[in-house]
């Protein structure tokens, strides 16, 4: 049976004592003493080197270990949100302000700080953490409702039938045809009409908050329950946020984009 590594390192120090004392005494030849002392050495570093490699592979495997669960987070991410995937509108959001700012920030457009600083975000780090912070509030996942919103305002740059002054993030109430949908009177409540009104198509679960969102009674709860199914003409149910074509398949490719970034 082999022994522990920590007793055979002590037997080969002891050994070397007592060669070292009967080559004092004269009771080994010094040529025979050196030998074995020799030999007794390269056994101890042997031992040394035989726990660096233990401990090199300790090493490396945890590293494998851990490049494969990254390798896996973002396969997964990758599934969810791809044609065939289902990215859930609820749940515990996967990102942090200052992903959601830098996501922003890559489009290469101008945060408009001049205009939405009236509402209460000056700053588009001010902006993302609203839509955390609200996103939580209703256990939405944070990054559905910003690449939405991303989505219907063509990065905060508007231009449609929604003006920004009205602080309504995600077209609700608008119809097409000039329509300009709800308004509301500070950012923060633009962003929780939004959130609560993706709750409303999420589950049947009540809201946590006071609702702001004028249309929540009008939407067939828990319809669509997966960001792909937004859309009115992918929805099994025929329900959804929107008629346009590939409505959620659109969001969730942005959502792609955003998580596979920030994990890779």
């Known amino acids: 049976m082999k022994l522990p590594i920590y007793i055979e390192a002590a037997m080969g120090v002891f050994l070397v004592v007592i060669l070292a004392m009967a080559g004092r005494n004269g009771m080994i030849p010094q040529n025979q003493k050196n030998n074995v002392m020799k030999q007794s050495e390269v056994e101890q570093k042997s031992d040394s080197d035989m726990q660096n490699e233990k401990e090199a592979v300790a090493e490396e495997a945890t590293d494998s270990i851990e490049e494969v669960a990254q390798t896996d987070s973002v396969a997964i991410t990758a599934q969810m949100c791809s044609p065939a995937g289902q990215y859930p509108v609820m749940g515990e959001s996967v990102v942090t302000v200052d992903e959601l700012a830098d996501y922003f920030n890559q489009s ?11 509402g209460g975000a000056d700053t588009i780090e001010t902006f993302c953490q609203i839509y955390c912070e609200e996103a939580e509030a209703e256990d939405i996942r944070a990054e559905v409702a910003f690449t939405q919103a991303m989505k219907e305002t063509g990065f905060l740059q508007f231009g449609g039938d929604v003006s920004i002054e009205q602080f309504n993030f995600a077209g609700i109430g608008t119809t097409g045809g000039g329509v300009p949908g709800n308004s509301y009177p500070d950012v923060r409540t633009g962003v929780r009409a939004q959130i609560q009104h993706l709750k409303a198509y999420a589950t049947d679960e009540p809201l946590n908050q006071t609702c702001v969102d004028n249309r929540y009674e009008y939407v067939k709860k828990a319809s669509a329950p997966y960001v792909q199914w937004l859309g009115q003409k992918e929805n099994p ?7 346009g074509e590939n409505y959620g398949y659109d969001i969730a490719g942005m959502l792609q984009h955003l998580l596979l970034k920030e994990q890779g």
């Open 237 to 243: 149910e025929g329900a959804g946020w929107a008629t």
């Open 108 to 118: 290469g457009y101008e945060y408009p700080s001049e205009e939405l600083a009236k």
